[in-house]
T-cell receptor, first 113, second 114 residues
Framework: GENVEQHPSTLSVQEGDSAVIKCTYS??????FPWYKQELGKGPQLIID?????GEKKDQRIAVTLNKTAKHFSLHITETQPEDSAVYFC????????????FGKGTTLSVSS | DVKVTQSSRYLVKRTGEKVFLECVQD?????MFWYRQDPGLGLRLIYF???????EKGDIPEGYSVSREKKERFSLILESASTNQTSMYLC?????????????FGPGTRLTVT
């Protein structure tokens, strides 16, 4: 079955710096790759996603890149702010977008001011 | 706004008890999912359902069962709770297709089995 690896497990940056989180997946059939942000005491919330026919997608300070050949995708956050501090999860959907997700183990991002 | 509610935020049960975790969504979503979240292990899929009375096993179904009698409600059942089922349980729902593939999560139920 699909396996998603996520690195690093923790990431500390200064406010204003960029943060990059990387994920790899194993199943070439996966075609949908979302990123979720989980704040303390809340359920995860989608922040950006990308489908396999797109190489890059950007939404303000957040961008995701996908390399299908290498089976890896990355989350880029620019100009980080303290409110970006949270746990971030990548995921892959081996049975098509909208179906069950396989998640990475998460990255705890800390942004200090 | 999509709302996914879970019956309890915190629950304490004894070993061997039968435990019901309830999840209700108010947006007529076909798809519903149960995950458990443990430190360092991320979210792991327990069961999911794409329609009423339909269920599929996820990656870690052992010790769990589910029930979906109505479209808006998806219940997770621990037949005989054990201490290794102490965890955070997250329910999610989504709509298939239509270009929006987001899974909407509830706030979670933190279950402690003693």
């Amino acid at each position: 079955g699909e396996n998603v690896e996520q690195h690093p497990s923790t990431l500390s940056v200064q406010e204003g710096d960029s943060a990059v989180i990387k994920c790899t997946y194993s199943d070439s059939a996966s075609n949908y790759f979302p990123w979720y942000k989980q704040e303390l005491g809340k359920g995860p919330q989608l922040i950006i996603d990308i489908r396999s026919n797109v190489g890059e997608k950007k939404d303000q300070r957040i961008a995701v890149t996908l390399n299908k050949t290498a089976k890896h995708f990355s989350l880029h956050i620019t100009e980080t702010q303290p409110e970006d501090s949270a746990v971030y999860f990548c995921a892959a959907s081996p049975n098509g977008a909208g179906t069950a997700l396989i998640f990475g183990k998460g990255t705890t991002l800390s942004v200090s001011s | 706004d999509v709302k996914v509610t879970q019956s309890s935020r915190y629950l304490v049960k004894r070993t061997g008890e039968k435990v019901f975790l309830e999840c209700v969504q108010d947006m007529d979503h076909e798809n519903m999912f149960w995950y458990r979240q443990d430190p360092g292990l991320g979210l792991r899929l327990i069961y999911f359902s794409y329609d009423v009375k339909m269920k599929e096993k996820g990656d870690i179904p052992e010790g769990y069962s589910v029930s979906r009698e109505k479209k808006e409600r998806f219940s997770l059942i621990l037949e005989s709770a054990s201490t290794n089922q102490t965890s955070m349980y997250l329910c999610a729902s989504s709509v298939p297709g239509q270009g929006n593939y987001e899974q909407y999560f509830g706030p979670g139920t933190r279950l402690t089995v003693t």
